[in-house]
């Protein structure tokens, strides 16, 4: 069985800050892992996602997740917080080739401080 | 290409009544799914396919029916609607590695 952990369900940053969005996974097979974002009254859209390779994942609107597999950990970083990017973050982990049985996390909604 | 339609995006139900949300994708995806999210609980897999005929069971389906006839289609009945099942309910469909979602529909059932 798979689990995801994000802590804190709500994360204020000003803007112009880092962004910091914590994600820990738990799962007894290489994880496939994601970051979605919803933005208000809208469906999910992909940021990012972690298969295999290269640890670093860049992904779109400037975020970026490293898979730490010591950690258990993937947690999702922006350098400079945007106004725009106040919305809720969902991590979650897939147990087959990254399109079968998502499990995602509870979310963390980020508000951005002017 | 619309991407992955669902509908209606508002329903208001009395407890006891039937309804059926309508989800369609037009990417050829074999792999579809449905899922409910409620508040503080991110979103929880009722019932997924991954294919024309095939249909099994996510986290969470006890009180809904699906069924896949075409590779486009994949509706989420609602027999006898419960108070429990007001949710806002997301259909998804997949390639490899990436799951498209849908709008949405928010669901009340008072």
């Known amino acids: 069985a798979q689990s995801v952990t994000q802590l804190g369900s709500h994360v204020s940053v000003s803007e112009g800050a880092l962004v910091l969005l914590r994600c820990n996974y738990s799962s007894s097979v290489p994880p496939y892992l994601f970051w979605y974002v919803q933005y208000p009254n809208q469906g999910l859209q992909l940021l990012l996602k972690?298969?295999?390779?290269?640890?670093l994942v860049k992904g779109i609107n400037g975020f970026e997740a490293e898979f730490k597999k010591s950690e258990t950990s993937f947690h999702l970083t922006k350098p400079s917080a945007h106004m725009s990017d106040a919305a809720e973050y969902f991590c979650?982990?897939?147990?087959?080739?990254?399109?079968?049985?998502?499990?995602f996390g509870t979310g963390t909604r980020l508000t951005i401080i002017p | 290409n619309a991407g992955v339609t669902q509908t209606p995006k508002f329903q208001v139900l009395k407890t006891g009544q039937s309804m059926t949300l309508q989800c369609a994708q037009d990417?050829?995806?074999?792999?579809m799914s449905w899922y409910r999210q409620d508040p503080g609980m991110g979103l929880r897999l009722i019932h997924y396919s991954v294919g024309a005929g095939i249909t099994d069971q996510g986290e969470v389906p006890n009180g809904y029916n699906v069924s896949r006839s075409t590779t486009e289609d994949f509706p989420l009945r609602l027999l006898s609607a419960a108070p429990s099942q007001t949710s806002v309910y997301f259909c998804a469909s997949s390639s490899q590695y990436e799951q498209y979602f849908g709008p949405g529909t928010r669901l009340t059932v008072t």
């Open positions: 979650a982990v897939s147990d087959r080739f990254g399109n079968e049985k998502l499990t």
């Open positions: 990417m050829n995806h074999e792999y």
């Open positions: 972690y298969t295999t390779g290269a640890t």
